[in-house]
Every structure is written in structure tokens, then in C-alpha cells.
């Protein structure tokens, strides 16, 4: 199967814009580049499947950029001096700086088990002090921010573009900072006076720590430079946070933040409802793992398109799995078909099934760039690499297929690898596929492989003793508890029903 490379020139893409509400074709700062900023986690807990959708979708967004030609330079930060780390770790009578430490931890162990790169650059605001501190002393210079009380807050009426992310009327905006000293309803805190048992940081204002908006203003410019060409997050930072950072970030350099955003919409629960820790209904990656391949819970995270809400329900990841089961049942037909003619030849003969895997592959890597560069619709992409596996199937049930279809087999296979190549998906073998299906699913379905193995030797030793109605029964028995038995000429294999 040949390699596939990225082209040599970058391809151009069109992504939608939360800043004018439409979607444009991508202009770079610099020709070639793409310099992408994205939220990342506060760190006083173990990161959920909601969480995870964002993790997933801009590490493919990254990853295909870079498939595509682009130089990447990926920046997501880690918040570790916060009013949650700090209350977490008060109830828990551990230092602050600790306990984000140990989550910090955990996110790699289970973004690392998830299949996802780690970005170029992963900046924690408790090594960004001097950075967060100067841009704040450029804004009380420049008149967008005062001091109170220790505590400085940036004045939205300071800021006349105020609003223009997410469409908020400066007099109809509140900030979740209650502190006193504000002078108008929307200000929001950059800096907090010191408090008992908190971190804090001197400058010439006062000993504090800083509010949360202002952390990634001050990494995004340090890393990425004043302007940058993406920033991106979850739909549920439009405002306040996106919002704050556009204004303390303009009023401090005096130009545009971001040419693009970028928002992946939220995973819904059953009425609606976001997941969140505050709401006590979160599924975390970790269990998530335990029970599923992690490719199967990546594709889950990208079967929507990322700026639609993603349906949460107790079969999804079943349902994610199935399909998954599908895909590697297309690779595997295919890689054990043989064949000397050429894929035209054999699509002529055979026509049909034959001449649509033809048809299909011919023309599937053109398909998969188009959905792909037209606002990263993965949803699209994902519907092709479906239609040419049932496909892929269907032929295989031709009798010709396994003697003849090799050179189509060939075909679909090397499109396919291009749609591994753009999603991070399908990339074991299908017997690595099964023997993980096997390890995280049977003990959540309550089976064990011994009982299963032990089940299937006492068939085969009732048909090696021709005793049909027990090796029916057994298989009837092995049939209800979801395997599925394979006899072959070197004995009998099984998997899942998935």
C-alpha cells in the first residue's frame, strides 16, 4: 500500500468564524503557518468525555492541518491557579500548587491513552507570571484598567469594541466577579488582592493572583506572538472568557487577538443539559477507557460536526464501538482478497458491488479533503469512509471476490489509509482491534475469556465426536451471551457481537 504524504504546498481550507458568524476561506498571518491557541483545562479534577470533545476535535483539527501541508504551532495551557484549585484543595487539606500538579498528571495519562499528540507548547499560568504581569501594567498605563483595593479590573467601557464575539450589550453584561471596587457591573477582575491560605505573586499593586481571563491573553501573546491566526475553545467560553480576552488583549497591543474562533459545540445529556463537574453528571475519560478503545470513544467525539451539540447517552459508546466494528470488518475482507487484474478490469467483470468499490475509492480522497477543509466536517468525512466499507462489504459476499478483487481490495485500502491519515482512525490491524475489544469489553459485559474458551473447546469436542445437538446447543449458548464463532480450517476463533 503506498504512503501517504502531506503535499508540498499547503492545502487551503475554509473554517467557520464565531467572530463574523460565517465561514471564510483561511487567510494565515504567514504564509504556510498556522499559529492555534486553544483553552485547556482547569486542573482540579479528572477530565470527562465532555471535556474530551474538545481535546479530540482540535487535536484532529491539528493533525489534519499538518496532513495537509501546514506548519502547526499548537499552544493549549493549563490553568493551575484558580478559585476551584484553590477550594478542591482546601477540602481536601492539600497545597493548591499540588493538587493541580496531580491533575495535571492524570490529563496526560488519559489524553496519552485517548491516542492524542501533546501540542508544541502546554504553558501553566504559575510559570507565566512575568508575562500576565506586564500586559496587566500596559492596561492600568493605558487607562483600561484601575486598581482597588489590591484587586485590578479591567473597565469594558474602556474598550469600545466591547461585545463584538458574542454579541453582548455592554450595559446588559455582568461579571461573575463580585468582589467590591468594581466600578461598573461588567468589569472583571485581572488581578485579586491577596487572601488567607492562597498562592500569591508580588507586583507593584499588591501581593495576588490573577483573575482567569487574563491568563490566556497573556500566554497566547508570549508563545504565539500579539497576533494570532486561530483561538479556539468550547462554545460555553464565548462569553465571558473569549469575549474579556478580546478586549484586554487589543487594548493592550493595539491589534486584532485572532483572525478566527473557533467553538466546538457542548455534549448534551438527556434534556439538553451540558455535562459538567458542577453538575454531578460526568462520565471521565479514564472510565471511559476502561470499558471502550480509545479509538471508538474518538470517533464518538467526532461523528458531529464539532460546532453542533453531540447527544450523550448510555449506548453511545456501544453505538460508537459498532460502528468502529464496521469499519476494520471493510479493512479486513479486503486485505484477504487476492487478484492479478487491474481494479478497472475487475470493476468491469464483476460490475455491481465490484464497480462501486471502484467507483468509491476512485474518487474518495478528493470526497474526504472536501468535507474536511469545508469547516472541518468530520461528520461528512466519516459518512464516506461508511459508504465505501458497507460497500467493501457487500462485494465480499461475491464468490468471486477473494480469487479476483485484490486489485479493489488494493484500492479501498489505500483510500482508507488516506481517512487514517486525516482522523487518527482505523489504525490497527483488525486482530489488534478485536484482542483490545476483547480486553475492555468483556468484563463490562460480565464475561470472562476463559469461560468462553472453555465453552468453545467442548464444542469442538462435540463435533470431533459427532455430537451435533450438544455442538448446536453450545453454540446456541455462546450465541446469547453475544460471541460470535468462527470455524475455520485451523480450528474455531471468536469475537464480540458488536
Known amino acids: 500500500m503506498e504512503s501517504q504524504h502531506a503535499p508540498k504546498h499547503p492545502a487551503p481550507f475554509n473554517i467557520y468564524n464565531t467572530l463574523s458568524k460565517a465561514v471564510e476561506p483561511f487567510v494565515p498571518l504567514n504564509e504556510g503557518e498556522v499559529k492555534l491557541y486553544v483553552c485547556g483545562m482547569t486542573v482540579y479534577d479528572h477530565i470527562h468525555i465532555g471535556h474530551g470533545r474538545a481535546m479530540v476535535v482540535f487535536d484532529a483539527f491539528a493533525r ?17 491557579v484558580d478559585d476551584k484549585i484553590i477550594k478542591r484543595a482546601g477540602e481536601n487539606n492539600e ?8 491533575f495535571i498528571k492524570s490529563f496526560h495519562r488519559d489524553t496519552d491513552a485517548l491516542g492524542l499528540s501533546r501540542p508544541e507548547l502546554e504553558p501553566r499560568v504559575s510559570t507565566s507570571m512575568p508575562a500576565i504581569i506586564e500586559m496587566i501594567g500596559k492596561l492600568i498605563s493605558r487607562g483600561n484598567a484601575y486598581v482597588s483595593d489590591g484587586s485590578v479590573w479591567f473597565s469594558v467601557k474602556s474598550f469600545d469594541d466591547y461585545g463584538k464575539l458574542s454579541r453582548q450589550r455592554v450595559d446588559e453584561a455582568l461579571s461573575a466577579d463580585e468582589e467590591s471596587g468594581k466600578r461598573h457591573p461588567a468589569d472583571f477582575a485581572l488581578w485579586k488582592a491577596a487572601k488567607p491560605n492562597e498562592p500569591t505573586w508580588a507586583t507593584p499593586w499588591g501581593e495576588g493572583r490573577p483573575g482567569w481571563h487574563i491568563e490566556c491573553s497573556a500566554m ?10 486561530i483561538h ?20 493592550a497591543t493595539c491589534k486584532p487577538f485572532a483572525r478566527y474562533w473557533m467553538h466546538n459545540g457542548l455534549l448534551t445529556m438527556k434534556g439538553g443539559q451540558k455535562m459538567g463537574k458542577s453538575l454531578g453528571n460526568v462520565i471521565n475519560i479514564h472510565e471511559a477507557l476502561d470499558q471502550f478503545p480509545a479509538e471508538a470513544i474518538r470517533l464518538y467525539l467526532l461523528q458531529h460536526h464539532y460546532r453542533t451539540a453531540l ?9 460508537s464501538l459498532a460502528m468502529l466494528a464496521r469499519l476494520y470488518e471493510a479493512k479486513e475482507v479486503a486485505s484477504q482478497m487476492k487478484g492479478q487484474e487491474s481494479g478497472a478490469q475487475v470493476a468491469q467483470s ?14 474518495f480522497s478528493d470526497k474526504l479533503y472536501a468535507c474536511l477543509d469545508d469547516d472541518f466536517n468530520t461528520a461528512n468525512a466519516l459518512a464516506l469512509a461508511f459508504e465505501l466499507a458497507r460497500a467493501i462489504n457487500r462485494f465480499s459476499a461475491h464468490k468471486k471476490a477473494k480469487k479476483r478483487g485484490g486489485p479493489l481490495a488494493e484500492m479501498a485500502l489505500n483510500a482508507l489509509a488516506h481517512f487514517s491519515a486525516a482522523l487518527n482512525l482505523l489504525g490497527n490491524s483488525g486482530e489488534a482491534f478485536q484482542a483490545e475489544v476483547k480486553e475492555k469489553r468483556l468484563s463490562a459485559m460480565g464475561l470472562s475469556a476463559e469461560h468462553i474458551e472453555s465453552l468453545i473447546d467442548q464444542r469442538a469436542n462435540a463435533r470431533a465426536a459427532k455430537e451435533w445437538e450438544r455442538s448446536d446447543e453450545l453454540r446456541g449458548q455462546l450465541d446469547q451471551m453475544g460471541i460470535v464463532v468462527m470455524d475455520t480450517a485451523d480450528g474455531a476463533h471468536w469475537r464480540l457481537r458488536l
Open 64 to 80: 489534519y492541518l499538518r496532513h495537509r501541508g501546514w506548519e502547526v504551532t499548537f499552544v493549549r495551557n493549563f490553568t493551575d
Open 350 to 363: 464483476l460490475g455491481g458491488d465490484a464497480q462501486t468499490v471502484y467507483e468509491l475509492s476512485q474518487q
Open 232 to 251: 479556539g475553545g468550547g462554545l460555553d467560553l464565548v462569553f465571558p472568557h473569549h469575549e474579556n480576552e478580546i478586549a484586554q488583549s487589543e487594548a
Open 95 to 102: 497545597p493548591p500548587m499540588a493538587l493541580a500538579e496531580r
Open 311 to 319: 447527544p450523550w447517552s448510555d449506548q453511545a459508546l456501544i453505538e
Open 220 to 229: 497566547a501573546c508570549e508563545h504565539l506572538g500579539e497576533e494570532i491566526d
